[in-house]
């Protein structure tokens, strides 16, 4: 069924000069600066769902982080992504925008050759938790994964400290 939100919308890869753009609809400078370089040392890839000039949503895909060793043993670089910052504006919620976003990024991460999309929801947000697993994301093993959370200050600086998720993966 096509959505009346998500009709004529696009999930295109950000571009640098869209970086203004992109912090006015979503806030976090620092994180979308840092993707956004050239080149990327990350390696993360930024999409955005848009409708003409406007945003509706953002996700990254990248690799499962190099620090996140748990996790590196159970989705190895060369067959799992790690979906991350999966946002859609306050406004526009609750529309089936995240829904489409993650079908379609999920088409991209299999024509691109993996066979998974691995991610972590925050031990308090149920809401995501629940979206994720109607769209047939599993738990994966009992309980929460350490893992990092990197927070990124005014100034432009970040700091990391470790974190727990529960962690969710699709077989695509
Ligand atoms: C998660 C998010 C992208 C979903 O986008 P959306 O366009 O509202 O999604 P859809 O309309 O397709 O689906 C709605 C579902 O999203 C989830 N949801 C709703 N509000 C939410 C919120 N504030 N935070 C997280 N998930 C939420 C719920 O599962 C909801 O369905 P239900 O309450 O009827 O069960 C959006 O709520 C958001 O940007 N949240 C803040 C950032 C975030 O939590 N990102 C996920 C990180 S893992």
Same mark, same amino acid.
């Given at each position: 069924?096509?959505?009346?939100?998500?009709?004529?919308?696009?999930?295109?890869?950000?571009?640098?000069?869209?970086?203004?753009?992109?912090?006015?609809?979503?806030?976090?400078?620092?994180?979308?600066?840092?993707?956004?370089?050239?080149?990327?040392?990350?390696?993360?890839?930024?999409?955005?769902?848009?409708?003409?000039?406007?945003?509706?949503?953002? #996700?990254?895909? /990248?690799?499962? !982080?190099?620090?996140?060793?748990?996790? =590196?043993? $159970?989705?190895?670089?060369?067959?799992?992504?790690?979906?991350?910052?999966?946002?859609?504006?306050?406004?526009?919620?609750?529309?089936?925008?995240?829904?489409?976003?993650?079908?379609?990024?999920?088409?991209?991460?299999?024509?691109?050759?993996?066979?998974?999309?691995?991610?972590? #929801?925050?031990? /308090?947000?149920? !809401?995501?938790?629940?979206?994720?697993? =109607?769209? $047939?994301?599993?738990?994966?093993?009992?309980?929460?994964?350490?893992?990092?959370?990197?927070?990124?200050?005014?100034?432009?600086?970040?700091?990391?400290?470790?974190?727990?998720?529960?962690?969710?993966?699709?077989?695509?």
């Amino acid at each position: 069924m096509l959505h009346v939100m998500t009709a004529n919308v696009d999930l295109a890869l950000a571009e640098p000069s869209d970086l203004d753009a992109i912090i006015k609809v979503f806030g976090h400078r620092q994180y979308f600066a840092e993707q956004l370089a050239d080149p990327d040392p990350q390696g993360n890839e930024v999409f955005l769902a848009r409708r003409g000039e406007d945003f509706l949503g953002t #996700v990254t895909i /990248g690799p499962v !982080g190099v620090d996140e060793a748990r996790l =590196r043993a $159970g989705f190895p670089p060369d067959y799992a992504r790690l979906l991350t910052h999966l946002e859609v504006p306050e406004q526009l919620r609750n529309h089936g925008i995240g829904t489409w976003i993650i079908r379609e990024i999920e088409h991209r991460v299999a024509q691109d050759g993996f066979r998974q999309i691995v991610l972590g #929801v925050d031990l /308090g947000n149920a !809401g995501a938790a629940r979206l994720y697993q =109607r769209l $047939g994301y599993r738990s994966w093993r009992c309980g929460s994964v350490p893992t990092i959370k990197v927070h990124y200050r005014e100034d432009g600086s970040s700091w990391s400290e470790p974190d727990r998720c529960l962690i969710f993966f699709k077989d695509l």
